[in-house]
């Protein structure tokens, strides 16, 4: 459960937030290593419940190899495992990905697709991942919404909602048009760095003043 403690948000408090985000980090994106709009799917797809820091260990040996649809697929599921064992669910991950490396081929051309729907339909993409190639590799202006983005959400008060579909919703109603874009990066950054679950390091936060968190750490 988020605990959460916010006074009634505005839009000239969350554009103060996004604007000192923004002086910060003027031009952030993720953490994950790519060069393709494949291989940042197959990077975001083993994200799921394991770190970045893993993630780029795995795909350092793995992309060399296996940078496109039809390598992965000559690859195989064995082959696929010997880079990604480290990571968990790596079995389930593997199997996912060598059918979506399959349905891309089949279907895509072996291009990743540019739509919702269509990301959404392969093994192992919900919506979080295809929000996130969607923004991240296609410069579409949604935001993804992971534990980190939902935990600030909540804590700061500027999109709080009970689902991750629906703090999603606001964070698109409410974040000023101008921020949309980076605001993702923006807000994961800051929860996994400094707003982090057990113990937010108020201290350093550079929206310290704006947040109306009760439970303020010094």
């Given at each position: 459960m988020v605990a959460v403690y916010h006074r009634a948000m505005n839009a000239s408090l969350r554009r103060a937030i996004f604007e000192r985000l923004r002086a910060a980090n003027p031009h952030p994106t993720t953490e994950?290593?790519?060069r393709t709009?494949?291989?940042?799917l197959v990077a975001v797809i083993l994200s799921a419940q394991a770190t970045d820091v893993s993630v780029n260990l795995a795909t350092t040996s793995l992309f060399p190899l296996a940078d496109t649809p039809e390598k992965l697929l000559a690859l195989g599921e064995a082959g696929l495992i010997?880079?990604?064992?480290?990571?968990?669910?790596?079995?389930?991950k593997?199997?996912?990905?060598?059918?979506?490396?399959k349905i891309l081929i089949e279907?895509?051309?072996?291009?990743v697709p540019k739509t919702r729907e269509a990301l959404e339909a392969l093994p192992g993409v919900g919506r979080k991942t295809a929000n996130v190639v969607?923004?991240?590799?296609f410069g579409v202006a949604?935001?993804?919404?992971?534990t980190h983005i939902f935990r600030l959400a909540n804590r700061i008060g500027i999109a709080p909602g009970k689902t991750v579909l629906e703090v999603e919703r606001k964070l698109l109603k409410h974040v000023p048009a101008e921020f949309r874009q980076d605001a993702h990066h923006w807000l994961i950054l800051h929860g996994?760095?400094?707003?982090?679950?057990?113990?937010?390091?108020?201290?350093?936060?550079?929206?310290?003043?704006?947040?109306?968190y009760k439970e303020k750490t010094a």
């Open positions: 994950l290593r790519y709009p494949f291989e940042l010997l880079h990604i064992r480290r990571i968990g669910l790596f079995k389930t593997a199997k996912n990905l060598i059918a979506t490396a279907r895509h051309g072996g291009q969607l923004n991240t590799a949604t935001i993804a919404v992971d996994r760095y400094v707003c982090r679950a057990r113990k937010p390091d108020c201290g350093v936060c550079l929206i310290r003043d704006l947040c109306d």
